[in-house]
Each structure stands twice: as C-alpha cells, then as structure tokens.
C-alpha cells in the first residue's frame, strides 16, 4: 500500500491522524500528510481511515 493525500480535497479535519496515527499527521498547513517512513501493513489502520475520510481524499 502507497497511501496518499489529496490535497485538494483535504479539510484537515483530523479523523485520519485519530484512527491511524502512525501513518498520518496534520501538519502546519492544516492538511493530512502520510509520514515519513510510513507503513501500512505494519500500522493496519490505512484502510479504516480511507473509509472513514469524510472527503475521499485518502486513497491506497
Ligand atoms: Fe483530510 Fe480526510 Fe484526513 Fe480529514 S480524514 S484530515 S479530510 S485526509
């Protein structure tokens, strides 16, 4: 899995860096981003953010 964020469609909210945070941060310009060195498989939680983003910003 290669998660990444859409940065168009982001809100920032935060529900991805609550149910993953291994994986995701909000960062200084409010939006998501995938950590350095983030991994899916290990962390098991990018697809339950994928389905919970309000915007389908995050894909896999
Ligand atoms: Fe952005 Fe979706 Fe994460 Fe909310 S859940 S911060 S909209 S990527």
Do not use: W
């Not at 860096?17 to 409010?30: L, M, N, Q, S, T």
């Amino acid at each position: 899995m290669n998660p990444k964020v859409d940065h168009d469609l982001c809100i920032g909210c935060g529900v991805c860096a609550d149910i993953c945070p291994d994986v995701f941060e909000i960062r200084d310009d409010g939006l998501a981003h995938v950590k350095d060195g983030a991994d899916c498989e290990a962390a098991d939680c990018c697809q339950q953010a994928a389905d919970e983003c309000p915007t389908e910003a995050i894909s896999l």
